[in-house]
């Protein structure tokens, strides 16, 4: 029952768009700009599935922006998904229509080029774009077959770079740990590395989004390796370096896993009492300090 609870979050954040990717990070995202080389673990990941070259084909894609649209152009409907002068009821209802036949290869490749590029500046245009490319996401990941060996090492290198957009690398850590019981062994593998990988990730919800992550495939069976959500759960809310966003979520499973530590009472404490510390973090604080009230009466929270 609880892992159905943590999968149905996991799940209602990777559906419900931009504005449950706004409330998980608490406000307005800001762009990163630079390039989309992935990081070399990511790459490394690829290699070892055996898709280095899409992940190649993506990364000279990106790197020359005019080339992937000029490519994209000959395509009527991506043209149009691609396009952030187009209106985006436009756009969304492109990608539902569009990936209702076959796509090719190349389509899928030229979609992981509008994956990783920029996300326009501006709170407005940024959130729409994100919305947009989580449709065509999900979208995506109903086609298994024909994105095998180019979209799941894009998004594991996307997850690894510091240089997107933050709220599309969170994204990509969502998509991935949502689409493992549907994928075949090696890209799986790469999922679950990238998963385990993103664990160390200090800023933003990254590492808090894979813990969630794990612990739900976990609970499912769907993991290569063991994976203990309660130890990482502690180490990761006591990590002052991680983010609250991520930490939040980490004392949240702890609370669930039944997790006693003193000194995730003492965190949890601070948190209420300090007003600089987000509201739903100071939620989340006074969650798991009910529960422990409620276990040292003999009546456990569930």
């Known amino acids: 029952m609880r892992m159905k609870r943590t999968a149905l979050l996991l799940g209602l954040i ?3 768009g931009a504005g449950m990717l ?6 307005k995202q800001v762009p990163a700009g630079g390039t989309t080389a992935p990081a070399p673990a990511a790459a490394s990941s690829a290699r070892e599935a055996g898709t280095t070259r899409p992940v190649l084909a993506v990364q000279e894609a990106v790197s020359l922006p005019a080339d992937w649209r000029v490519k ?3 395509h009527p409907a991506l043209a149009v998904i691609v396009d952030p002068s187009q209106r985006l009821p436009r756009r969304l209802e492109t990608v539902a229509q569009w990936l209702q036949s076959p796509v090719t290869p190349e389509e899928v490749v030229l979609c992981a080029a509008f994956l990783c590029s920029p996300v326009p500046p501006g709170a407005g245009p940024e959130d729409r774009e994100r919305a947009l490319r989580n449709d065509l996401l999900n979208a995506l990941r ?3 077959a024909e994105t095998a060996g180019i979209l799941v090492p894009v998004l594991a290198a996307q997850a690894g770079d510091p240089a997107q957009d933050e709220g599309l690398r969170t994204y990509a850590v969502q998509h ?6 549907d994928l075949p062994a090696d890209e799986r593998q790469v999922a679950e590395q990238t998963l385990r990988k993103t664990l160390a990730t200090k800023e933003a919800a990254h590492a808090g989004t894979a813990l969630l992550g794990l612990h739900d495939l976990s609970g499912a069976g769907l993991l290569a390796g063991s994976f203990d959500t309660a130890s990482e759960a502690r180490r990761m809310a006591l990590d002052e370096r991680c983010d609250i966003r991520s930490r ?3 004392l949240a499973l702890c609370r669930q896993t039944g ?4 000194r995730l009472a003492d965190m949890a404490r601070q948190w209420i009492a300090d007003p600089s510390v987000p509201e739903v973090a100071r939620r989340a604080a006074g969650a798991f300090i009910s ?3 409620a276990s040292s009466s003999g009546n456990p929270s569930s």
């Open 22 to 27: 706004a409330w998980w990070h608490f406000g």
């Open 72 to 74: 994209a152009a000959a």
């Open 291 to 293: 529960s422990l009230s």
């Open 14 to 16: 990777v559906a419900g």
């Open 259 to 262: 997790v006693v530590d003193p």
């Open 142 to 144: 109903s086609r298994t």
């Open 176 to 181: 991935l740990a949502s689409w493992v019981p």
């Open 248 to 250: 939040l979520t980490a």
